[in-house]
Every structure is written in C-alpha cells, then in structure tokens.
C-alpha cells in the first residue's frame, strides 16, 4: 500500500518550477488562437473551401468534422494514455512528444493553398489532437504543484499567462501578416509557422524546470498492457470518486458550449456580425485582456469560495455572455432606432466581447483547479486523462451539434445551444459534494 503524498516544504514545487509549467499555457496559446480561433478557422472557410453560396454552411460543417474527428481521437486514447504516464512516471516524454508533433503538424499548415481542402482538413485533425493531448498531459503535473487549497490560484496563474502569450503570438500576426482574405493569402499562410515557432521556442522553459514528480511501477508491462490494466481499475474505482465522476459529466456539457465559442466566436463575427479586420483586431485584444482577469480573479475566488461555487459562477457569467452574443444585433437595431445614434453592431460587439472573455478564462481554469482538488496525486494524469475525454467528447458534442443545427437554422439562431448546454452544466454541478470529493481522493490508498 502507498499513503497518498502530501505537500510539505520539502517536496512542493518552487516558484520556477510552477513558472516552468506555467509556460506551456503561455506557449500552446499559439495554436489556439491563431490556427482554431482567430485566423486559421476564418481562413479556411472563406478562403481555402471558398463556399460562398450558402452562407458558408458547407465550409463551416468541414471545419466542424475535422475538430470533432481530432477531439474524437483524444477520447480513445488520452486515458490510456494517462495510465501509462502514471504507472512509468513519463509524464515529460508525452509531454515532448505531443509538442514537437503540434509543432510540426502546425508548421506544414503553410501548404494548404485555396482548394487543398482535404490537406486542410488532414493537417487540422492532427494537429489540433496533438496539441490537445498536450493539454491533458500539462495539467497532469497540477496536483503535485501545491496543495489543494492553492490550485485554483495556481491554475489561474497559467490560464491568465496563456492568454498574455496569445496576446504577444496573435497580436504580432495579426499587425504583421494582415487581414484574413484570399488577396493576402500570400503573406497570411505564414499563421502556420509562426504559430508553430512559438509554441517551439516559448515552451522551453517548460522542459527544463518541470520536474517528473512520479516513481515508476516496479511490476509495469509492456505499454498497452500497462494501460488497460490501469484504465480498468480506475474505471472500477471510480464509485470511489462519485463526486469527481458527477463533475465531468458537468464538464461535458459546459466545455461543449466552451468549444463551440472557441471554434466559431471569430468565424460569428465574420459571417453575422461582418466585421472589419480593424475591429476583429481590437476584439481579439480585449478578449484576451479579459480572460486573463477573469483567469486570475476567479482562480483567487476559488482558493477563497470553494472550486465548485466558483465554477458555477463561471457558468452563469457564461449564459448572458451567450444571451448577449446573440442579440448583438438586435440590440443594435434598438438602440439606433431609440436614439439619434448610429451604432454598427460589430463595435456593440466589442463590449460583449469583455463578458465573453471574462467568463472564457474564468471558466476554463475553475475546471481544469477542481479536477486537480477531486484527484489522488499518484493517479492524477489517469484522472487528466479522463478530464481530457470529457473535454474533447464535449467538443464532439458541441461542435458536431452546432455544425449540423447551423445547416438548418443558420450560425446566429444555433449559438443559443451554448446557453442551453451551460444550464444543463450548472444543474448536474449542483450534485457535487467538494468537500467529501477532496476528502475521498486524499483517502485514496493504491494496492498493489
């Protein structure tokens, strides 16, 4: 039997080493910005499928398959794979090896010229799961950083420096290669490599002062052994974690509506909103403002509040933020026909955008500190491993959902999903117990 480690001044992380994880926030935000929200999405709807007939469904349904396929694959294999880092103490080298395939797969976007739709397609499934795997293999390494009572600020510390990287990477691309359009194709194809030698460089420091915290099993076999063993044992054990288990279904459905924002709030500016390339700069800056605060300020609300009770603030911030979006134009209309104004409805966005990031970072790292508090330390990148299914099975859901519901009903009609799936996320949280949660992974004893 193994007592479950507890954090003292001799074996919690330093100050540099919870930097060192911190920077792989800062240096993946790349990736997410730049290929799935901001300018790679837009870019391969308009330009590269170049559907224009049908208000872009066609294009937007092909973009949807292929993060829904990518996310798919993170759901067969990112259990397994946890199960393996935890039974060989390898969190590192799956780290690495998910960096370096993100980088790469980033990097050859380059090539996806007008009409390479299926090289699009192919590259996008693969880098998207690679850096999604990442992203689950990262916040393995959270529970061993401190003690639970300072996960939520740790955690907000690196979604607010994420989004500070997003803001250097997607800012610097945005001045630098210009607007999204088929007439500057030539100098905006290079969103690929750059976001790619990002991530590359900012992610060093991650590799050399995150330390592998684990100890290897002396009786592991041979890999995928080593993972059905374990899976199956968790996946036994787990009437054990009856509030963790409650949570993720929770999480299924909020990070479906998370998803969906992700994937289409830059791509809803262009095709309902119609915005100008000036104004879709100034959002992406006051998102990232905004998701930074709200990543540190909830963080420190849920040292304070309790992770559960802030995660459900997050949820209620995120269904007016959708209520909001939705009725940007309508909201418009209104107000000019009121007054002697003349708003334009993509600048009445911009101030929906503040609320929308806000409730994007807050959520995020309220979810990513409370897996880590309902989480034995010895078994916390299994358990990431199902925080990273739940994710990305709610990306299938979300945005497979929206992607079909959008066909028939058009982009701005089908964004009040996100709010419908937010309630559901809220009511089903409302089953879970933090406290009997954290006390039942800190009396957790593996037996061998």
């Known amino acids: 039997?193994?007592?479950?480690?507890?954090?003292?001044?001799?074996?919690?992380?330093?100050?540099?080493?919870?930097?060192?994880?911190?920077?792989?926030?800062?240096?993946?935000?790349?990736?997410?910005?730049?290929?799935?929200?901001?300018?790679?999405?837009?870019?391969?709807?308009?330009?590269?499928?170049?559907?224009?007939?049908?208000?872009?469904?066609?294009?937007?349904?092909?973009?949807?398959?292929?993060?829904?396929?990518?996310?798919?694959?993170?759901?067969?294999?990112?259990?397994?794979?946890?199960?393996?880092?935890?039974?060989?103490?390898?969190?590192?080298?799956?780290?690495?090896?998910?960096?370096?395939?993100?980088?790469?797969?980033?990097?050859?976007?380059?090539?996806?010229?007008?009409?390479?739709?299926?090289?699009?397609?192919?590259l996008i499934i693969l880098s998207n799961y690679a850096y999604s795997m990442g992203e689950s293999f990262i916040a393995a390494?959270?529970?061993?950083?401190?003690?639970?009572?300072?996960?939520?600020?740790?955690?907000?510390?690196?979604?607010?420096?994420?989004?500070?990287?997003?803001?250097?990477?997607?800012?610097?691309?945005?001045?630098?290669?210009?607007?999204?359009?088929?007439?500057?194709?030539?100098?905006?194809?290079?969103?690929?490599?750059?976001?790619?030698?990002?991530?590359?460089?900012?992610?060093?420091?991650?590799?050399?002062?995150l330390k592998e915290r684990g100890t290897p099993s002396p009786d592991g076999g041979a890999y995928w052994q080593t993972a059905c063993r374990r899976v199956t044992s968790t996946?036994?054990?787990?009437?054990?974690?009856?509030?963790?288990?409650?949570?993720?279904?929770?999480?299924?459905?909020?990070?479906?509506?998370?998803?969906?924002?992700?994937?289409?709030?830059?791509?809803?500016?262009?095709?309902?909103i119609g915005w100008e390339a000036g104004v879709r700069n100034i959002m992406f800056i006051i998102v990232q403002i905004t998701a930074a605060a709200g990543a540190l300020g909830f963080g420190w609300l849920q040292d304070r509040l309790g992770a559960k009770r802030t995660y459900q603030m997050t949820l209620a911030l995120w269904i007016c933020a959708i209520v909001a979006i939705w009725l940007t134009p309508q909201v418009t209309d209104w107000v000019n026909m009121l007054t002697a104004w003349q708003w334009q409805a993509q600048y009445v966005f911009l101030v929906v955008g503040c609320l929308a990031g806000l409730s994007l970072g807050s959520s995020q790292s309220a979810s990513r500190a409370l897996v880590g508090v309902l989480s034995p330390t010895t078994k916390s990148a299994e358990f990431f491993g199902f925080w990273g299914l739940a994710n990305k099975l709610a990306g299938v859901l979300g945005i497979v959902l929206l992607g079909g519901l959008q066909t028939m009903v058009g982009l701005q009609a089908s964004i009040l999903l996100c709010a419908v799936l937010f309630g559901v996320a809220m009511l089903i949280c409302f089953q879970v117990n933090e406290a009997r949660g954290r006390q039942a992974a800190l009396d957790w004893q593996p037996s061998r």
């Open 235 to 272: 996946l036994q054990e787990l009437r054990r974690f009856r509030d963790l288990t409650v949570f993720l279904v929770s999480l299924l459905f909020s990070m479906a509506g998370v998803y969906i924002i992700i994937a289409f709030a830059f791509i809803y500016g262009a095709q309902v």
């Open 141 to 209: 390494f959270l529970p061993a950083l401190g003690p639970p009572e300072s996960l939520g600020k740790i955690s907000g510390f690196g979604w607010a420096l994420g989004y500070i990287g997003g803001l250097f990477a997607a800012g610097f691309t945005l001045v630098v290669l210009g607007e999204t359009s088929a007439e500057n194709f030539e100098r905006i194809r290079w969103v690929g490599p750059f976001a790619a030698g990002f991530f590359l460089v900012a992610a060093l420091p991650t590799f050399l002062w």
């Open 1 to 122: 039997m193994h007592a479950q480690p507890t954090h003292t001044a001799a074996n919690v992380a330093s100050r540099r080493e919870i930097f060192g994880w911190a920077m792989f926030d800062f240096a993946n935000q790349a990736y997410t910005l730049l290929i799935i929200t901001v300018v790679f999405g837009e870019l391969f709807t308009t330009v590269i499928v170049g559907e224009r007939d049908d208000n872009f469904r066609l294009a937007n349904l092909l973009w949807s398959l292929a993060l829904a396929i990518s996310y798919l694959l993170v759901v067969i294999t990112a259990p397994l794979c946890g199960a393996i880092m935890d039974e060989r103490a390898e969190k590192k080298r799956f780290l690495f090896v998910s960096y370096l395939a993100t980088v790469a797969s980033t990097a050859m976007l380059y090539f996806v010229a007008p009409g390479y739709v299926m090289l699009g397609f192919i």
